[in-house]
């Protein structure tokens, strides 16, 4: 019986061990932080799971044949991983396993900002198409939990982040969107480079017929990814006109290639919040539009697509004050993409930042903060380098809770205002997690209002 080692057991790892258990495998967890708490667990382990809780034991990992990685185990943290690989055993990533049992087509999105909502933009245009699609991978819900069900003639429409590339070896998609690349993830990544790399491993093993959609108004993706092995690559653009792509014309959605031109969505239609998810509705249209469903379909599905929870998500107005929970912004990038899809000048906006620093610079924030930002609320473990980068661009304010970010940040944007929490930094030093920053900040939301009304 093949031994293998399932690393970190969170939502991937008990997939995975889902899915090993319907072989005949020896299976082992090894998990950092772990224990033998839950009902699931206790019938895993009488099943014939092994679990190993604490410090990985290298010496018993080296004894599986193949070794299955989580995305919250870094490669550049633990270099041992790497070095077991080889010598008749393998080590991969949850999505490489999934793809090696796929059968339909593979569409994924990968990127720094905007692949979550991109994802789920192709997912909802393929099906109101009337196609079979899986919306799976690091929007929520592993890809190894659905593959098996996955038919030839259907899609898997999957979000990758560049942890999940660490270990892929020939995984290998129809369709690659690669959203945008700016600086993230520097407090796991050595370098902006080597992160860069990682990003681009999705590129590995394409071939001439493998379909590729740039962003051509991103300046790494522009600079470092026009040269790969396929002639097939489709750009998208807000700022010029592209020859093989979608871009922006006379306030529309055109697809053109070669000689067609095609006008597909107006703006004006168009339900969501921010030029950046513009961008994400040229590149998710792009797949659908290459693989020949109607403009007309893929209209309405954009018309009708109302987005996801905590990007640019429109909470409640009262008093004046529009309130918007941007707590996906966990990078710098993210939050000046917010700030500017504030009205230009109005002056009337107060942001709610800080959180766990990913190793941004927050001074590139300083123009778009000036023109757009009455107040800075700033909280969290990064609120003292916050603080320092953005002095002289609006007035700041620390906070210790969100319940005082809240409260604050409505005393100043009444009358006629927007509080906007994009935090331009993860969560991990006060929420669980970015669903849970913005639960959070919502509640308080209501909260305050509830309080307000009745007083009024």
């Known amino acids: 019986m093949n031994k293998v080692a399932v690393i970190g057991f969170g939502l991937t790892g008990r997939a995975v061990v889902d899915f090993?258990?319907?072989?005949?495998?020896d299976i082992s967890v090894f998990d950092e932080k772990g224990s033998l708490e839950s009902d699931g667990m206790k019938i895993l382990q009488k099943k014939g799971v092994r679990f190993n809780f604490g410090p990985f034991n290298f010496s018993e990992i080296a004894k599986s044949k193949l070794i299955v990685m989580s995305p919250g185990i870094s490669s550049f943290k633990f270099p041992e991983f790497k070095r077991l690989d080889g010598s008749g055993r393998e080590v991969i990533s949850e999505i490489e396993l999934a793809f090696r049992s796929l059968k339909g087509r593979l569409i994924c999105i990968t990127g720094t900002n905007g692949k979550s909502t991109t994802t789920a933009?192709?997912?909802?245009?393929?099906?109101?198409?009337?196609?079979?699609?899986?919306?799976?991978?690091?929007?929520g819900i592993p890809f190894i939990r659905d593959v098996?069900?996955?038919?030839?003639?259907?899609?898997?429409?999957?979000?990758?982040?560049?942890?999940?590339l660490e270990y892929v070896k020939r995984f290998k998609p129809d369709y690659i969107i690669l959203t945008n690349i700016s600086a993230d993830h520097l407090d796991r990544y050595p370098s902006l480079e080597s992160y860069i790399e990682t990003r681009?491993?999705?590129?590995?093993?394409?071939?001439?017929?493998?379909?590729v959609i740039l962003n051509l108004d991103n300046p790494i993706t522009k600079q470092y990814f026009p040269n790969l092995p396929t002639e097939d690559i489709w750009w998208f653009s807000r700022q010029s006109e592209v020859q093989r792509g979608v871009f922006l014309k006379d306030n529309a959605l055109v697809f053109r290639s070669g000689e067609k031109e095609m006008p597909f969505l107006n703006l004006a239609d168009f339900p969501l919040y921010g030029v950046h998810n513009i961008e994400n509705a040229m590149a998710a249209s792009l797949p659908p539009l290459l693989e020949g469903i109607e403009a007309g379909i893929i209209q309405r599905g954009l018309k009708d697509f109302r987005g996801l929870k905590h990007r640019l998500e429109f909470v409640t107005h009262f008093a004046g004050v529009n309130f918007i929970n941007d707590s996906k912004a966990t990078n710098v990038d993210a939050t000046k993409s917010a700030i500017m899809s504030l009205n230009s000048t109005s002056n009337k906006a107060v942001i709610i930042m800080g959180g766990a620093d990913k190793g941004g610079d927050f001074s590139s924030l300083m123009d778009a903060l000036a023109d757009r930002v009455k107040l800075i609320v700033l909280?969290?473990?990064?609120?003292?380098?916050?603080?320092?980068?953005?002095?002289?661009?609006a007035p700041i304010k620390k906070v210790d809770s969100m319940n005082r970010a809240v409260r604050?940040?409505?005393?100043?944007?009444?009358?006629?205002?927007?509080?906007?929490?994009s935090p331009g930094c993860a969560s991990f030093d006060m929420f669980d997690s970015f669903e849970e920053r913005g639960e959070i900040f919502k509640e308080e939301v209501s909260r305050l209002k509830r309080s307000y009304e009745l007083k009024t």
């Open 379 to 393: 909280m969290g473990e990064a609120t003292s380098k916050i603080s320092d980068q953005l002095k002289g661009a």
């Open 200 to 211: 681009k491993r999705i590129f590995d093993n394409i071939t001439p017929s493998d379909r």
């Open 20 to 25: 090993l258990m319907k072989g005949k495998v």
């Open 148 to 164: 098996e069900n996955i038919g030839a003639d259907e899609y898997a429409v999957v979000e990758v982040s560049c942890f999940q």
């Open 121 to 139: 933009m192709v997912h909802h245009i393929l099906s109101a198409a009337g196609k079979r699609s899986y919306l799976l991978g690091n929007i």
């Open 408 to 421: 604050i940040a409505f005393e100043e944007a009444i009358p006629e205002g927007v509080v906007i929490l």
